[in-house]
């Protein structure tokens, strides 16, 4: 099992930066493959970035591609979103999520429904 914490949302003007952690427990933190999704009002719940167990392979939605950057680290446990060029429509509850291992190349990759553990959720506020 696994329980994850992000952190790091916060209110940020349009353009600005932001870099989102994910603190996970247990010990088989590389067995999982990682996401982030994200949540606006009223708005189902979207995929927005993930990651392969080793962090080799990254994939992303079309809308965050070249703005944002996924990373982890697996001896420290922590898997971060690192957010540039932020735009209004960024502004959401921001979630990591944890997959099988073999999910990071699978076509149910960017399904929510295919992530078995989740955080809590922190919340990115991007004003204009």
């Known amino acids: 099992q696994v329980q994850l914490v992000e952190s790091g949302g916060r209110l940020v003007q349009a353009g600005g930066s932001l870099r989102l952690s994910c603190a996970a427990s247990?010990?088989?933190?590389?067995?999982?493959?990682m996401g982030w999704f994200r949540q606006a009002p009223g708005k189902e719940r979207e995929f927005v970035a993930g990651i392969s167990g080793t962090g080799i392979t990254t994939y992303y939605v079309d809308s965050v591609k070249g703005r944002f950057t996924i990373s982890r680290d697996n001896a420290k446990n922590t898997v971060d979103l690192q957010m540039n060029s932020l735009k209004s429509e960024d502004t959401a509850v921001y979630y990591c999520a944890a997959g099988n291992r073999e999910l990071y190349y699978s076509s149910n990759r960017y399904r929510a429904a295919e992530y078995e553990y989740w955080g809590q959720g922190t919340q990115v506020t991007v004003s204009s």
């Open positions: 247990g010990r088989t933190f590389s067995r999982y493959t």
